[in-house]
């Protein structure tokens, strides 16, 4: 059966970066159908809606949807309605996407990037899962108010069981594709809304005997992190908390252009996308490092299409390269290999062969 992808390579950079990832996908020879759309300022552009009504029917019928970034300066000045990232909120929000998957893999190679000590890093593979639709980022009410003569904000932080035991599924599921260890984050001693986090955590853990849960505070978790991230396998967290420690352990590798990410939903559809945004400093250059838009590609073979031999051979294709000495300028070093983004896409797809 063919299998289709939505892609929607956005703005700046995107199109440069979903370019290359899209003839990673179409090399594998895996039967994946591909269809082009906009999203972001390139629809606003175009038609003056950033999620239109072609790219939501696109995106509803696809089995995945390969992203590349939006928005940039040229649509910053337009009304709140009409931003390009109201496109981004728009789809996740339209394919009900409630788990965020961040992987944090420092490649040797690269083990300099990191602001952190080459013994703290190295080796370090981790998998970060967030629950993206609830939490007291999404919670009512909400607001700020004048109450006594004084102004009043608030809002709600609240979880039921059931987003609770979901998020929870899909990361014990990575965690048995991965190293069997899962550690949930949570604020148990002082947030009633993360003991109920922690008890269902603790209620799913016996339907999946080959995977240790253990629990750990979000403030030790942010130390953890930076004291010593090779201990963790997968964590799993709420909306806020993951937030915060999936852009802290972004850094720990030290380079944005190389962290992939994919937003799933209930029946293991998703969105993949890199981390980082439409670099509207570099787009048009064709200097953009493409490697985080493969590596999200790879995720898309492995969570949606669940063809995990390919993924693995698309990672693999990406060490390749990298041990061969290919560099884009986020991740130049001196003696490397200086690549642009059509080059490193040339490499990638030389090292699958
Ligand atoms: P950014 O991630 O776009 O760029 C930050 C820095 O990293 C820039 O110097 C950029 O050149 C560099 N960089 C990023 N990706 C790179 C790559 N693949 N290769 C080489 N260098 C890379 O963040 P920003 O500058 O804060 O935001 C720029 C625009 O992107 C804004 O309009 C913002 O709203 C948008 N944005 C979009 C997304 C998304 O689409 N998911 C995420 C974040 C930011």
Avoid at 108 to 122: G, I, Q, R, W, Y
Wanted: one cysteine or more.
């Amino acid at each position: 059966m063919t299998k289709k992808i939505c892609v929607l390579p956005g703005d700046g950079i995107g199109p440069e970066i979903t370019a290359q990832a899209v003839r990673v996908l179409e090399a594998l020879g895996v039967g994946l159908e591909m269809e082009t759309a906009l999203l972001g300022g390139a629809a606003v552009d175009a038609c003056g809606d950033p999620y239109p009504e072609t790219t939501r029917k696109l995106a509803e019928e696809a089995d995945a949807v390969l992203l590349g970034a939006v928005g940039g300066p040229k649509w910053d000045a337009l009304p709140r309605e009409q931003r390009p990232e109201r496109g981004l909120l728009g789809i996740r929000k339209h394919l009900g996407l409630f788990a965020n998957l961040r992987p944090v893999a420092l490649y040797p190679e690269l083990v300099n990037a990191s602001t952190l000590k080459a013994e703290v890093v190295a080796g370090l593979d981790i998998l970060i899962v967030r629950e993206l639709t609830g939490d007291i980022y999404f919670g009512q009410p909400r607001g700020i108010e004048n109450r006594n003569g004084e102004r009043f904000a608030f809002n709600t932080m609240h979880y039921t069981e059931m987003e609770i035991r979901r998020i929870g599924r899909v990361a014990f599921e990575a965690a048995r594709r991965r190293n069997g260890k899962l550690c949930s984050v949570d604020k148990m001693n002082v947030l009633e809304t993360t003991q109920l986090w922690r008890d269902v955590m603790n209620e799913i853990a016996p339907e999946y005997p080959d995977v240790a849960l253990s629990h750990m505070l979000v403030d030790n978790a942010a130390m953890q992190l930076v004291r010593a991230p090779r201990q963790f396998d997968v964590i799993v967290t709420g909306n806020m908390f993951g937030d915060i420690l999936s852009d802290e352990a972004s850094m720990l590798t030290g380079s944005i252009g190389m962290l992939p990410s994919a937003s799933l939903d209930e029946n293991g559809k998703g969105l993949y996308e890199p981390s980082h945004g439409s670099a509207p400093d570099i787009a048009g250059q064709g200097v953009a490092n493409p490697l985080a838009t493969i590596l999200s590609a790879a995720m898309m073979l492995r969570y949606t299409f669940d063809l995990e031999e390919a993924a693995r051979k698309v990672e693999g294709a990406v060490g390749k390269v990298l041990a061969k000495g290919f560099r884009t300028g986020d991740i130049f070093e001196p003696g490397m290999i200086k690549a642009g983004t059509a080059q490193m896409g040339d490499a990638v797809l030389e090292a699958l062969e």
